[in-house]
Protein backbone atom coordinates (compact mmCIF):
# COMPACT_ATOMS: atom_id res chain seq x y z
CA UNK A 1 0.00 0.00 0.00
CA UNK A 2 1.38 3.51 -0.99
CA UNK A 3 2.90 5.08 2.31
CA UNK A 4 1.18 8.28 3.02
CA UNK A 5 3.19 11.26 2.91
CA UNK A 6 2.77 14.15 5.71
CA UNK A 7 3.11 17.46 6.43
CA UNK A 8 3.02 19.11 9.69
CA UNK A 9 2.78 22.79 11.58
CA UNK A 10 3.22 23.17 14.56
CA UNK A 11 6.59 21.46 16.07
CA UNK A 12 6.55 22.54 20.08
CA UNK A 13 5.44 20.85 22.71
CA UNK A 14 2.31 18.96 20.88
CA UNK A 15 3.63 18.65 17.25
CA UNK A 16 6.72 17.22 18.09
CA UNK A 17 5.20 14.51 19.95
CA UNK A 18 3.48 13.88 16.30
CA UNK A 19 6.27 14.29 14.31
CA UNK A 20 8.43 11.57 16.51
CA UNK A 21 5.58 8.91 16.70
CA UNK A 22 5.25 9.16 12.69
CA UNK A 23 9.17 8.88 11.90
CA UNK A 24 10.02 6.52 14.64
CA UNK A 25 6.83 4.41 14.86
CA UNK A 26 4.31 4.48 11.88
CA UNK A 27 5.88 2.60 8.74
CA UNK A 28 2.65 3.46 6.61
CA UNK A 29 3.42 7.29 6.93
CA UNK A 30 7.09 9.50 5.75
CA UNK A 31 7.03 12.40 7.47
CA UNK A 32 8.44 14.95 3.86
CA UNK A 33 7.55 18.36 5.59
CA UNK A 34 7.73 20.50 8.68
CA UNK A 35 7.23 24.45 9.32
CA UNK A 36 7.60 26.45 12.76
CA UNK A 37 8.45 30.14 13.32
CA UNK A 38 11.42 28.35 15.08
CA UNK A 39 14.41 27.71 13.62
CA UNK A 40 16.04 25.35 16.15
CA UNK A 41 12.58 23.33 15.65
CA UNK A 42 12.93 23.32 12.03
CA UNK A 43 17.00 22.76 12.38
CA UNK A 44 16.16 19.56 14.57
CA UNK A 45 13.53 17.98 12.39
CA UNK A 46 15.80 18.25 9.93
CA UNK A 47 19.05 16.54 12.05
CA UNK A 48 17.61 14.24 14.46
CA UNK A 49 14.13 13.41 12.46
CA UNK A 50 15.63 13.20 9.13
CA UNK A 51 12.86 15.26 7.40
CA UNK A 52 13.92 16.78 4.20
CA UNK A 53 11.68 19.80 3.52
CA UNK A 54 11.40 22.66 6.00
CA UNK A 55 9.41 25.84 5.95
CA UNK A 56 8.39 29.31 7.98
CA UNK A 57 5.19 30.01 5.97
CA UNK A 58 2.12 26.80 6.29
CA UNK A 59 0.84 28.18 2.95
CA UNK A 60 4.22 27.61 1.40
CA UNK A 61 4.52 24.33 2.99
CA UNK A 62 0.94 23.24 0.81
CA UNK A 63 2.12 25.12 -2.01
CA UNK A 64 5.50 23.07 -2.31
CA UNK A 65 5.92 20.23 -0.81
CA UNK A 66 4.27 16.78 -1.91
CA UNK A 67 2.40 15.64 0.55
CA UNK A 68 -1.07 13.91 1.30
CA UNK A 69 -2.29 14.90 4.87
CA UNK A 70 -1.04 17.45 7.55
CA UNK A 71 -0.61 17.35 10.92
CA UNK A 72 -2.14 20.47 12.47
CA UNK A 73 -0.78 21.24 15.90
CA UNK A 74 -0.03 25.10 15.43
CA UNK A 75 -1.48 27.41 18.30
CA UNK A 76 -5.35 26.92 18.52
CA UNK A 77 -6.66 30.47 17.19
CA UNK A 78 -4.72 29.01 13.68
CA UNK A 79 -6.52 25.60 13.35
CA UNK A 80 -9.75 26.72 11.79
CA UNK A 81 -7.96 28.63 8.83
CA UNK A 82 -5.34 25.92 8.85
CA UNK A 83 -8.06 23.19 8.21
CA UNK A 84 -9.51 25.23 5.68
CA UNK A 85 -6.34 25.95 3.20
CA UNK A 86 -5.26 22.06 3.94
CA UNK A 87 -8.46 20.84 2.68
CA UNK A 88 -9.32 22.86 -0.07
CA UNK A 89 -5.53 21.80 -1.21
CA UNK A 90 -7.04 18.42 -1.45
CA UNK A 91 -5.37 16.94 1.54
CA UNK A 92 -6.42 14.81 4.47
CA UNK A 93 -6.47 16.25 7.99
CA UNK A 94 -5.41 15.78 11.36
CA UNK A 95 -6.09 18.81 13.51
CA UNK A 96 -5.15 19.23 17.50
CA UNK A 97 -7.80 20.38 20.21
CA UNK A 98 -9.59 22.51 20.06
CA UNK A 99 -11.48 22.79 15.96
CA UNK A 100 -11.58 26.30 17.25
CA UNK A 101 -11.68 29.00 19.64
CA UNK A 102 -15.01 30.70 18.12
CA UNK A 103 -18.02 28.98 16.91
CA UNK A 104 -18.24 31.42 13.86
CA UNK A 105 -15.02 30.11 12.74
CA UNK A 106 -15.59 26.51 13.28
CA UNK A 107 -18.81 26.88 11.17
CA UNK A 108 -16.92 27.95 8.36
CA UNK A 109 -14.36 25.44 8.74
CA UNK A 110 -17.54 22.42 9.28
CA UNK A 111 -18.71 24.00 5.70
CA UNK A 112 -15.44 23.33 4.10
CA UNK A 113 -14.68 19.84 5.65
CA UNK A 114 -18.13 18.82 4.26
CA UNK A 115 -16.94 19.65 0.47
CA UNK A 116 -14.45 17.15 0.64
CA UNK A 117 -16.34 13.94 2.09
CA UNK A 118 -13.78 11.83 0.61
CA UNK A 119 -10.82 13.67 2.81
CA UNK A 120 -10.27 12.09 6.14
CA UNK A 121 -10.65 14.85 8.80
CA UNK A 122 -9.46 13.91 12.25
CA UNK A 123 -9.81 15.80 15.55
CA UNK A 124 -7.05 14.66 18.20
CA UNK A 125 -9.08 14.09 21.40
CA UNK A 126 -6.43 11.41 22.07
CA UNK A 127 -7.72 10.62 25.25
CA UNK A 128 -10.43 8.63 23.16
CA UNK A 129 -6.90 6.19 22.06
CA UNK A 130 -5.95 5.48 25.65
CA UNK A 131 -6.20 1.41 26.47
CA UNK A 132 -7.73 2.71 29.78
CA UNK A 133 -10.35 4.98 28.19
CA UNK A 134 -11.17 2.22 25.97
CA UNK A 135 -11.85 -0.50 28.68
CA UNK A 136 -14.19 1.72 30.31
CA UNK A 137 -15.92 2.90 27.86
CA UNK A 138 -16.36 -0.82 26.96
CA UNK A 139 -18.27 -1.28 30.20
CA UNK A 140 -19.90 1.49 29.75
CA UNK A 141 -21.58 0.34 26.53
CA UNK A 142 -21.90 -3.19 27.85
CA UNK A 143 -24.31 -1.33 30.50
CA UNK A 144 -21.88 -3.31 33.25
CA UNK A 145 -22.37 0.09 34.97
CA UNK A 146 -26.17 0.43 34.58
CA UNK A 147 -27.66 3.92 33.82
CA UNK A 148 -25.45 6.96 34.24
CA UNK A 149 -25.83 9.32 36.71
CA UNK A 150 -22.84 11.70 37.00
CA UNK A 151 -19.48 11.99 35.40
CA UNK A 152 -16.71 13.18 37.70
CA UNK A 153 -13.15 14.19 35.79
CA UNK A 154 -10.24 16.17 37.23
CA UNK A 155 -7.87 17.63 34.13
CA UNK A 156 -5.19 19.06 36.17
CA UNK A 157 -2.02 20.58 34.43
CA UNK A 158 1.90 20.33 36.14
CA UNK A 159 2.30 23.11 38.35
CA UNK A 160 5.94 22.81 36.98
CA UNK A 161 4.29 23.58 33.25
CA UNK A 162 3.06 27.15 34.18
CA UNK A 163 5.99 28.96 32.36
CA UNK A 164 5.32 27.01 29.44
CA UNK A 165 1.70 27.59 29.50
CA UNK A 166 1.93 31.23 29.99
CA UNK A 167 4.49 31.64 27.24
CA UNK A 168 1.69 29.68 25.20
CA UNK A 169 -1.27 31.65 26.13
CA UNK A 170 0.77 35.01 25.17
CA UNK A 171 1.88 34.16 22.35
CA UNK A 172 -1.36 33.29 21.17
CA UNK A 173 -5.32 32.59 21.78
CA UNK A 174 -5.64 29.50 24.07
CA UNK A 175 -9.21 29.99 24.66
CA UNK A 176 -8.97 30.07 28.07
CA UNK A 177 -8.72 26.94 30.81
CA UNK A 178 -12.28 25.25 29.60
CA UNK A 179 -11.42 25.25 25.75
CA UNK A 180 -7.50 24.21 26.38
CA UNK A 181 -7.82 22.02 29.08
CA UNK A 182 -11.43 21.14 30.37
CA UNK A 183 -12.43 20.50 26.36
CA UNK A 184 -10.67 16.84 26.85
CA UNK A 185 -13.04 15.93 30.15
CA UNK A 186 -16.10 17.75 27.90
CA UNK A 187 -15.26 15.38 24.98
CA UNK A 188 -15.25 11.76 27.21
CA UNK A 189 -18.46 13.39 29.17
CA UNK A 190 -20.12 13.59 25.77
CA UNK A 191 -18.11 10.25 24.81
CA UNK A 192 -19.28 8.19 27.34
CA UNK A 193 -22.84 9.08 28.06
CA UNK A 194 -23.48 9.67 24.16
CA UNK A 195 -25.45 12.92 25.12
CA UNK A 196 -25.05 16.79 24.85
CA UNK A 197 -24.96 19.07 27.30
CA UNK A 198 -27.99 20.93 27.77
CA UNK A 199 -26.68 23.92 30.38
CA UNK A 200 -23.53 24.60 32.74
CA UNK A 201 -22.84 26.84 35.66
CA UNK A 202 -19.07 27.83 35.99
CA UNK A 203 -16.64 29.49 38.53
CA UNK A 204 -12.92 29.81 39.22
CA UNK A 205 -10.21 31.03 41.11
CA UNK A 206 -6.14 32.41 40.55
CA UNK A 207 -4.68 31.60 44.10
CA UNK A 208 -1.22 30.08 43.20
CA UNK A 209 -1.17 31.73 40.26
CA UNK A 210 -2.25 35.45 39.99
CA UNK A 211 -0.49 36.68 37.77
CA UNK A 212 -3.05 34.90 34.94
CA UNK A 213 -5.57 37.51 35.95
CA UNK A 214 -3.48 39.58 33.25
CA UNK A 215 -4.14 36.77 30.86
CA UNK A 216 -7.85 36.79 31.66
CA UNK A 217 -6.88 33.05 32.28
CA UNK A 218 -7.87 30.41 35.37
CA UNK A 219 -5.73 28.82 37.27
CA UNK A 220 -8.14 26.57 38.73
CA UNK A 221 -11.53 26.09 37.27
CA UNK A 222 -14.95 23.79 38.01
CA UNK A 223 -17.66 23.83 35.78
CA UNK A 224 -21.42 21.77 36.57
CA UNK A 225 -22.91 20.20 33.99
CA UNK A 226 -26.75 18.94 33.23
CA UNK A 227 -27.02 16.45 30.07
CA UNK A 228 -29.85 16.48 27.91
CA UNK A 229 -31.16 12.89 30.28
CA UNK A 230 -30.72 15.12 33.01
CA UNK A 231 -27.35 13.28 33.53
CA UNK A 232 -24.59 15.33 36.01
CA UNK A 233 -21.26 15.85 35.18
CA UNK A 234 -18.89 17.69 37.34
CA UNK A 235 -15.15 19.42 36.13
CA UNK A 236 -12.63 20.02 37.12
CA UNK A 237 -9.33 21.56 35.40
CA UNK A 238 -6.66 23.48 37.00
CA UNK A 239 -3.07 24.38 36.34
CA UNK A 240 -1.49 23.58 39.53
CA UNK A 241 -0.94 20.12 40.06
CA UNK A 242 1.84 20.07 42.56
CA UNK A 243 2.75 16.28 41.87
CA UNK A 244 2.44 16.16 38.42
CA UNK A 245 -0.37 15.46 35.49
CA UNK A 246 -3.52 14.54 37.00
CA UNK A 247 -6.04 12.97 35.07
CA UNK A 248 -8.90 11.34 36.78
CA UNK A 249 -12.55 10.79 35.70
CA UNK A 250 -15.22 8.83 37.54
CA UNK A 251 -18.27 7.14 36.23
CA UNK A 252 -21.57 6.87 38.56
CA UNK A 253 -24.02 4.49 37.61
CA UNK A 254 -27.50 2.30 38.62
CA UNK A 255 -25.56 -0.65 39.28
CA UNK A 256 -21.42 0.44 40.03
CA UNK A 257 -18.71 2.91 39.63
CA UNK A 258 -15.81 3.20 37.51
CA UNK A 259 -12.31 4.75 38.21
CA UNK A 260 -10.32 5.72 35.41
CA UNK A 261 -6.20 7.26 36.67
CA UNK A 262 -7.59 7.18 40.73
CA UNK A 263 -3.96 8.36 41.10
CA UNK A 264 -1.94 9.76 37.97
CA UNK A 265 0.87 6.16 38.78
CA UNK A 266 4.22 6.72 36.53
CA UNK A 267 4.42 3.27 36.95
CA UNK A 268 3.50 -0.40 38.96
CA UNK A 269 7.14 1.15 41.63
CA UNK A 270 6.73 1.95 44.74
CA UNK A 271 9.40 3.80 46.97
CA UNK A 272 9.49 2.89 50.11
CA UNK A 273 11.85 5.79 51.79
CA UNK A 274 11.66 8.42 55.13
CA UNK A 275 8.33 9.70 53.27
CA UNK A 276 6.94 6.86 53.67
CA UNK A 277 5.65 5.01 51.20
CA UNK A 278 5.84 7.01 47.65
CA UNK A 279 4.29 5.84 44.08
CA UNK A 280 6.19 7.92 41.45
CA UNK A 281 3.29 10.15 39.24
CA UNK A 282 3.66 11.10 35.61
CA UNK A 283 4.35 14.23 35.13
CA UNK A 284 3.64 15.44 31.44
CA UNK A 285 0.78 15.01 29.44
CA UNK A 286 3.01 13.08 26.63
CA UNK A 287 4.29 11.17 29.27
CA UNK A 288 0.15 9.69 30.61
CA UNK A 289 -0.97 9.71 26.78
CA UNK A 290 2.32 8.66 25.12
CA UNK A 291 0.63 5.65 23.61
CA UNK A 292 -2.59 7.35 22.76
CA UNK A 293 -0.95 10.07 21.07
CA UNK A 294 0.40 7.09 18.36
CA UNK A 295 -2.80 5.11 18.70
CA UNK A 296 -4.79 7.83 17.20
CA UNK A 297 -2.13 9.25 14.64
CA UNK A 298 -1.68 5.23 13.63
CA UNK A 299 -5.90 5.27 13.30
CA UNK A 300 -5.67 8.51 11.27
CA UNK A 301 -2.75 7.14 8.71
CA UNK A 302 -4.52 3.66 8.65
CA UNK A 303 -7.97 5.63 7.76
CA UNK A 304 -6.78 7.54 5.20
CA UNK A 305 -5.47 4.25 3.82
CA UNK A 306 -8.53 2.29 4.04
CA UNK A 307 -10.68 5.57 2.55
CA UNK A 308 -12.71 5.47 5.94
CA UNK A 309 -13.15 8.66 8.59
CA UNK A 310 -12.35 7.95 11.94
CA UNK A 311 -14.53 8.22 14.80
CA UNK A 312 -13.79 12.17 16.26
CA UNK A 313 -15.13 14.54 14.02
CA UNK A 314 -15.81 18.31 13.15
CA UNK A 315 -19.01 17.89 14.87
CA UNK A 316 -17.48 16.75 18.40
CA UNK A 317 -15.19 20.20 17.43
CA UNK A 318 -17.68 22.28 17.52
CA UNK A 319 -19.84 20.82 19.82
CA UNK A 320 -16.98 20.75 22.54
CA UNK A 321 -15.67 24.32 21.98
CA UNK A 322 -19.95 25.44 22.27
CA UNK A 323 -19.78 23.83 25.99
CA UNK A 324 -16.21 25.09 26.48
CA UNK A 325 -17.50 28.52 25.72
CA UNK A 326 -20.17 28.48 27.61
CA UNK A 327 -18.46 27.58 31.20
CA UNK A 328 -15.83 30.11 30.28
CA UNK A 329 -19.34 32.82 29.69
CA UNK A 330 -20.61 31.16 32.97
CA UNK A 331 -17.62 32.27 35.19
CA UNK A 332 -17.80 35.80 33.31
CA UNK A 333 -21.43 36.65 34.24
CA UNK A 334 -21.57 34.44 37.14
CA UNK A 335 -24.88 33.68 35.86
CA UNK A 336 -25.77 29.06 34.42
CA UNK A 337 -25.65 29.38 31.02
CA UNK A 338 -28.07 27.38 28.69
CA UNK A 339 -26.99 25.82 25.64
CA UNK A 340 -28.97 26.70 22.75
CA UNK A 341 -29.67 23.93 20.09
P1 LIG B 1 3.70 25.47 21.30
O1 LIG B 1 3.60 26.92 21.59
O2 LIG B 1 4.61 24.62 22.08
O3 LIG B 1 4.08 25.29 19.74
C1 LIG B 1 3.43 26.01 18.72
C2 LIG B 1 4.11 25.71 17.40
O4 LIG B 1 3.37 26.34 16.34
C3 LIG B 1 5.55 26.22 17.28
O5 LIG B 1 6.32 25.28 16.57
C4 LIG B 1 5.40 27.49 16.40
O6 LIG B 1 6.55 27.79 15.65
C5 LIG B 1 4.27 27.07 15.49
N1 LIG B 1 3.53 28.21 14.93
C6 LIG B 1 2.97 29.26 15.57
N2 LIG B 1 2.35 30.07 14.70
C7 LIG B 1 2.54 29.53 13.48
C8 LIG B 1 2.14 29.91 12.16
N3 LIG B 1 1.42 31.00 11.93
N4 LIG B 1 2.52 29.11 11.14
C9 LIG B 1 3.24 28.00 11.35
N5 LIG B 1 3.64 27.58 12.58
C10 LIG B 1 3.29 28.35 13.62
O7 LIG B 1 2.21 24.91 21.35
P2 LIG B 1 1.72 23.45 21.81
O8 LIG B 1 1.63 23.37 23.27
O9 LIG B 1 2.47 22.42 21.06
O10 LIG B 1 0.18 23.48 21.30
C11 LIG B 1 -0.13 23.35 19.94
C12 LIG B 1 -1.57 22.84 19.84
O11 LIG B 1 -1.64 21.55 20.42
C13 LIG B 1 -2.58 23.73 20.58
O12 LIG B 1 -3.74 23.83 19.83
C14 LIG B 1 -2.86 22.96 21.87
O13 LIG B 1 -4.18 23.15 22.34
C15 LIG B 1 -2.66 21.52 21.41
N6 LIG B 1 -2.21 20.65 22.50
C16 LIG B 1 -2.87 19.46 22.69
C17 LIG B 1 -2.54 18.64 23.74
C18 LIG B 1 -3.28 17.37 23.96
O14 LIG B 1 -3.30 16.89 25.10
N7 LIG B 1 -3.90 16.79 22.95
C19 LIG B 1 -1.46 18.99 24.67
C20 LIG B 1 -0.80 20.23 24.34
C21 LIG B 1 -1.17 21.02 23.31
Given at each position: MKKI???????????LTHAENIVERIPEAVLVAVCSFVDEELQ???????????????????LDAEIDAVVIASPSGLHGEHIRLAMKKGLHVFCEKPIGVEVEDIERTIEVVEGYPKQIFHLGFMRRYDKSYQYAKQ?????EIG??????????DPASELGNFVQFATNSKSGGLFADMAIHDIDLVR???GKEVKRVWAIGKNTAYPELDDLGDLETGASMMQLEDNTMALLV?????THGYHVETELIGTKGMLRIAQEPEKNHVSIFNNQGVVRPTSQHFSERFKEAFFREMKEFILCIQDGKQPGVTVYDGLESTVIANACQESVDTGKMVEISK
Open positions: NVGIVGLGRMGMAKTKLGVEKAYTSFENMLKVDNGDLTLIRCYGIWFSAGRNA
